[in-house]
Each structure stands twice: as C-alpha cells, then as structure tokens.
C-alpha cells in the first residue's frame, strides 16, 4: 500500500491561485438551507475531505463545485473559474465520481470510457490513446472487451475512476468513491488515487464516510453538519481540538453526532441512491 500521508509542498500552500475557492455559498430546496452560508479553500496539488452526516450538505457542494447545481448565493471558482460564467470550462478539468453509478453495463470498458473521452470533448486522433492510458492505470486493460456487467464491484469503482482520469483532470472530485467496497478494493483504489496526485500534482477533493480513509489520506478536513462548516483543520489538529487520544470518530460525533434533528431535504433521496449503489457495487 502507498503511504500516503505526506505533507503539502511548500510551494503549492502559497500558491496564490487556489484549486477550489468557495465564499459564503447558499443552497436552499424549499424549506430547508442545504448549504448555509459555507466558505472554504483547497490548495493545488492537496487531498481535501469533505465529512458529515447525510444530509449535511456535501453533495449539494460537490454538485455546485462541479457546475450541476448553480449557486443561489455566494459563489464558488475552480481554478480561478466561475461555476456561473465559465461551467464548460471548468468541466473540461475536472473529473468526477459520484455516489450514484456512472457506467453502463451493456457497454464493456472500454465503450464507457469511450463515451465519456466523448463527452468531455477529448480529441478524436487521442481517444484511443487515452483509454488505453487509464485502463492501465486503473489495472483494466486485461477486461476492456469484457462487458461492465460482469465486473466486481471494485473493478466497477476502477472503471468509474478511469472515466474520470480520461480528460486528464486537474482537480478529481470523489463523492463516496468506496462505498459499498471490501477493504481491499477501498485500499486499490485509494492507491491508485494517491500515486495520481504525486505524479501529476492532481488536486483531489473527497466525500467519506469512512474515518480510517479521511485521517490517512486527507491533508486538510472539513466537517459539514446541518448545511454549515462546523470545523476546519487538518486531520491531527481536528483530533487535538476534542482531546487527548481523540481519533477521527471522536472527532465525527463531537462535531456532528450530538442531535438527531432533521438532516436536510435530500435525506431520504440520498439514503437510497447510496443504498442502491451500495446493492449494485456490493
């Protein structure tokens, strides 16, 4: 396994262009304040986690970050790109995972990453190149003409990573990417992830449930609970702000576990898109 918790360069922390850049964002579905108000930075060249509960307001994020979701207040920029003003452009520098499954089983490998090479406008004399790089970055190359149907649930996963690495993103948005996934599978893929970012200076911004993930591999935390950032640190400073011998589950329920009120409006929806995910990867 990669070891994967090293510092930030230097140089990338004082880097004046920020990779992602959030100030004072608003979400609200009906009644209920998604994301309330939340203002964050990611430096180039970082793994920055997102953490909280269903319902805290991650996705909705993820979902302004990646110009599905236009901001209602406040704004958000992507390497310096606004997600109102410049969505395609930003679109073609950022790969994205999401929860839900992105691939088509009647398709084999290769054709889904195919469609999406397509779908992010890579050129046509590079395309076949391309999938041929990410199949053997993700360790697919052997099962390209296989039908995506008849894959494990981790080499879905991988599948689904090397749609996302075919344009050659600058910044990996990773929403829940291992769920549903043996500890084997989560550990692939997280080393493929993180020998990505070391050789290309990939910036990568994750969603997790899971804290062993988050406090090996992220530079910098967020936790989001109820729509806000109710705290910000890197992993070990977010350990020491709840107390001696403190790990990251302590650090998940002092911040966000103490109520069991309502967890937003895209609670219920959420539950069973990560259930049926989880069913289908499983």
């Known amino acids: 396994m990669v070891s994967r918790q090293a510092e930030v360069p230097a140089a990338v922390e004082e880097s004046s262009v920020q990779a992602v850049s959030v100030r004072d964002l608003r979400i609200q579905f009906e009644s209920v304040r998604a994301v309330d108000g939340i203002s964050f930075e990611v430096h180039p060249g970082e793994v920055f986690g997102l953490l909280g509960p269903n319902g805290a307001g991650k996705t909705t994020t993820i979902r302004v ?56 406008d890579v050129p046509g004399r590079e395309r076949k190149g391309r999938i041929a790089e990410v199949l053997e970055i993700v360790g697919l190359q052997d099962a390209a003409d296989r039908l995506a149907r008849t894959y494990s649930g981790g080499m879905v996963r991988r599948l689904e990573l090397a749609q996302a690495l075919v344009n050659r993103p600058r910044l990996l948005i990773l929403d829940e990417p291992t769920i549903g996934l043996d500890p084997v599978a989560r550990s692939s893929i997280w080393d493929r992830v993180e020998a990505l970012r070391r050789q290309y200076g990939m910036t990568v911004l994750v969603t997790t449930h899971y804290m062993d993930e988050a406090d090996e591999l992220c530079h910098r935390l967020a936790v989001m609970h109820h729509g806000h950032i109710v705290a910000m640190g890197t992993p070990a400073e977010l350990k020491d702000s709840v107390g001696p011998q403190a790990t990251l589950d302590d650090v998940f329920r002092h911040y966000a576990g103490g109520d069991l009120r309502d967890e937003g409006a895209e609670s219920l929806r959420q539950v069973r898109s990560v259930r049926r995910t989880a069913g289908r990867v499983g």
Do not use: C, K
């Open 65 to 120: 970050l990646t110009t599905l979701l236009p901001p209602q207040s406040g704004g958000a920029h992507v390497f310096e790109l606004d997600v109102r003003r410049n969505a395609m452009a930003i679109r073609q520098i950022i790969g994205y995972v999401p929860q839900q499954l992105s691939i088509d089983g009647t398709l084999t490998g290769w054709e889904n990453i195919w469609l999406f090479a397509r779908l992010f």
